[in-house]
Every structure is written in structure tokens, then in C-alpha cells.
């Protein structure tokens, strides 16, 4: 069981940056995988970026934020975070913090069994 509570989205020109934080409640979070998902207006609900459980040894990402997006975790304080760099505007969506009970980041919302409620991040050209 984990509840999970999304923060740091907002405006933001292109080319800035920005740092989305992911609160999870409970005494086991180092036993989820996470990852971060977003859906733009008229879109589906897409990867963008995850992180294995424990130490978060195996991270992975979307091809359209390789190279801009760091996906880390710090257990201590049961927090997930996405490090945007040199935002577009095609990064404007709803970014969604996800958890799965496993050891791997998977790259599907069918494998997550827990989601937050999502935070707003809109990139003006």
C-alpha cells in the first residue's frame, strides 16, 4: 500500500527547468519501482520515465526525454523526483507519479498499481 501526492509542476518558458517531486506515504517505499507518466490534452497516458526499486540501480526513459529527463529517488524521505531539463512545449501535459509492488521500471500504466493525482506542467515557446 503506498498513496502517492505529485508537487513542483507550473509554467515554464522553453529551454528552463523544472523539478517534479512524488511524496509517497508508508514505511516501504524502497520495495516499489516508480515511475513518472504524463498525458497531454486529446492524448493517452504515456512512459516518460522509471526507476527500479531499492537503490533505483536501473533507470530508464521515453526517447523523446533521453538526454533532458533524471528520473532518482530518495528513500529516506519516501520521495521520487524528475529533474526537467531544456523543457519544450511538446513536454506540456499532466505528469502522473506511479508505483509498482516489484523490483523493475516497466514502461506500461498496466503495470502500475498505484497512481497520484497528477500535477500540471505547461512549457510556453
Known amino acids: 500500500q503506498v498513496q502517492l501526492v505529485e508537487s513542483g509542476g507550473g509554467l515554464a518558458q522553453a529551454g528552463a527547468s523544472l523539478r517534479l517531486s512524488c511524496a509517497a506515504s508508508?514505511?516501504?517505499?524502497?520495495?516499489?519501482?516508480m515511475g513518472w507518466f504524463r498525458q497531454a490534452a486529446g492524448k493517452e497516458r504515456d512512459f516518460v520515465a522509471g526507476?527500479?526499486?531499492?537503490?533505483?540501480?536501473?533507470?530508464d526513459y521515453a526517447d523523446s526525454v533521453k538526454g533532458r529527463f533524471i528520473i532518482s529517488r530518495d528513500n529516506a524521505k519516501n520521495t521520487l523526483y524528475l529533474q526537467m531539463n531544456s523543457l519544450k512545449p511538446e513536454d506540456t501535459a499532466v505528469y502522473y507519479c506511479a508505483a509498482r509492488g516489484g523490483a523493475r521500471a516497466l514502461d506500461s500504466t498496466a503495470d502500475y498499481n498505484y497512481w497520484g493525482q497528477g500535477t500540471q506542467v505547461t512549457v510556453s515557446s
Open positions: 526507476i527500479s526499486w531499492s537503490t533505483g540501480s536501473t533507470t
Open positions: 508508508g514505511r516501504t517505499f524502497s520495495r516499489y519501482a
